[in-house]
């Protein structure tokens, strides 16, 4: 039986030859496809600023400098992300203060901040873990009340809201992640929606060496930029990824449907929130039970021809943080989650019997082990 991956990209032709057209046109770097691919994630975005890059990992620090973060501010965020999110909040020089997940949602326990908030606190960064935002009118309000800026780790979230409205087109800075196996990508690219259209000019500049160009030879820098631009080609696939995504979404939210349908609640797996109003079911994610060693359970997972990913282990034991001084028992439901969590496959390409095959080999695979 063909090896079933937990996750793979569907790029259609037509977007194939899309780029094949920017290979051949002269330009691949920036310019006419990633003006377009920025309008139209704008126009998704409500009309608000947009700017792309070439990883969210990017955005994201892109973020945290437009928001005024630097040395010696902290920063409120989840243990339980790609280490991503809390590496740039290192590379600026300022302090990650995690706080614990809610065992539910696996997303930050909002009901945890208000207790981390210091007065060097400069911003809340929420993660939204496989597509699940978190309470965004809880989120702002805490926000509004402490006076700090949010950025919203969205690189999962692309196609998902909160009641009702899309994520990107309301709140403060919202990052996105076009990595290859997100929702939609672009091979790598990440992008930013800003507050307005003051922000603009700067996050410009921080994307590409702090240039600022004027007339027909003019050339100036007055900040230190990075090198974060996307190309054309890139762009030319989030354009072909974005007409997409409606469909893409509704696939993933109708096998996600099926998971629930067929897993056997029995096993001990603990299941995702069942959310079919707001996630856009990056992924399906089930913790599984703590006699249930993951390394095994993916072995024989792979020996069945099923992929599995796992999707995060706790940022804070990672050497570098346990060398800055966090330690094992400080953040117990992500210490939890982020030993046990596994990634079930789910792509738009997957059809419901794949579901079902992965269902029956969980059942056959957390049975053996528990035997
Ligand atoms: C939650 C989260 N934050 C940040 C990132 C970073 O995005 P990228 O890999 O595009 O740099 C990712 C994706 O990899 C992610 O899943």
């Known amino acids: 039986m063909e090896f079933l991956p937990f996750t793979r990209p569907t790029i259609d032709e037509e977007t194939i030859a899309g780029v094949a057209e920017v290979l051949r046109s002269g330009w691949i770097t920036s310019g006419p496809q990633v003006k377009k691919f920025e309008a139209e994630l704008s126009r998704y975005c409500g009309g608000r600023p947009v700017r792309t890059f070439n990883s969210g990992t990017a955005a994201l620090e892109i973020g945290l400098r437009l928001a005024g973060i630097g040395p010696g501010d902290e920063v409120i965020t989840t243990p339980l992300s790609w280490v991503a999110t809390s590496n740039v909040i290192l590379e600026l020089g300022a302090k990650p203060v995690f706080v614990d997940i809610d065992p539910a949602t696996r997303n930050i326990d909002l009901g945890g901040i208000e207790s981390a908030v210091t007065k060097k606190t400069k911003a809340i960064l929420p993660v939204y873990l496989a597509g ?12 509004e009340k402490h006076h700090l800026r949010v950025l919203e780790d969205a690189a999962q979230a692309f196609g998902s809201s909160w009641n009702r409205k899309r994520i990107g087109s309301r709140g403060d800075l919202i990052a996105f992640s076009f990595h290859a196996n997100k929702n939609i990508t672009c091979g790598e690219g990440g992008c930013i929606v800003l507050p307005g259209e003051s922000d603009v000019v700067l996050c410009e500049k921080l994307r590409l060496q702090g240039v600022t160009r004027s ?7 007055d900040v230190v930029g990075g090198k974060f631009n996307l190309t054309d080609v890139a762009a030319r696939i989030g354009l072909g990824q974005l007409e997409h ?14 998971y629930f349908e067929t897993l056997n609640p029995g096993l001990g797996c603990k299941l995702p929130v069942p959310d079919f109003e707001n996630s856009n079911w990056h992924m399906f994610q089930v913790v599984l039970p703590g006699r249930v060693r993951r390394a095994k359970f993916i072995a024989k997972m792979r020996d069945l021809g099923i992929g599995i990913g796992v999707h995060y282990p706790a940022i804070h034991l990672f050497s570098l943080y346990r060398s800055l001084g966090w330690k094992t028992g400080q953040f117990p439901h992500a210490e939890r989650a982020g030993k046990g969590i596994a990634t079930l496959p789910l792509f738009p390409a997957m059809e419901k019997a794949d579901v079902e095959r992965v269902c029956e080999a969980v059942a056959h695979v957390v049975g053996e082990i528990l035997q």
Do not use: I, N, S, W
Not at 132 to 143: F, G, K, Q, S, W
Not at 246 to 257: I, V
């Open 215 to 221: 007339g027909e030879d003019g050339m100036d820098v």
């Open 245 to 258: 995504l409606k469909e893409f979404t509704e696939k993933r939210r109708e096998l996600a449907r099926h």
């Open 132 to 143: 699940l935002p978190v309470d965004l009118d809880r989120l702002y309000a805490m926000a």
